[in-house]
C-alpha cells in the first residue's frame, strides 16, 4: 500500500510562509499526477494543486500567486511552498494522488494554523 508522509506544518502568523513535504513510499511521482489537499473544520476537503509526472502544475484559482506545488523526483517528494498565509488557510493538509479517482486512503495530513 502507496504510503504519504506529510510534514512541515505548523503555527504562523499572518503573512508568514510554511513549505510543506510530502514523503511517497514508492517511486511513483514520475508516473502519476500529485496532489496537495486541505480541510478545514467543519468543510469538505479541497484540492489546492497538482503537478503532472512531468511536472506540470495546477493550482486552486484562490491560492494561486500564494501556494507553490514542486517535487524532487530523486527523493520521491512532494512540496507545497506557502507564502503570504492568511487565517483562512488554517487547515488540514494532505497529499496524495492528484486524480481524485486513485485515492484509496489518506494519511495524517499535517496541520497548519495561521494565526496572530
Known amino acids: 500500500q502507496v504510503q504519504f508522509v506529510e510534514s512541515g506544518g505548523g503555527l504562523v502568523q499572518p503573512g508568514g510562509s510554511l513549505r510543506l513535504s510530502c514523503a511517497v513510499s514508492?517511486?511513483?511521482?514520475?508516473?502519476?499526477?500529485m496532489g496537495w489537499y486541505r480541510q478545514a473544520p467543519e468543510k469538505e476537503r479541497e484540492k489546492v494543486a497538482t503537478i503532472s509526472s512531468k511536472g506540470d502544475t495546477w493550482t486552486s484559482r484562490s491560492l494561486k500567486g500564494r501556494f507553490t506545488i514542486s517535487k524532487d523526483n530523486a527523493q520521491n517528494t512532494v512540496y507545497l511552498q506557502m507564502d503570504n498565509l492568511k487565517p483562512e488557510d488554517t487547515a488540514r493538509y494532505y497529499c496524495?494522488?492528484?486524480?481524485?479517482?486513485?485515492?484509496?486512503?489518506w494519511g495524517q495530513g499535517t496541520q497548519v494554523t495561521v494565526s496572530s
Open positions: 496524495n494522488y492528484g486524480n481524485v479517482n486513485l485515492i484509496v486512503h
Open positions: 514508492r517511486s511513483l511521482i514520475t508516473t502519476y499526477p
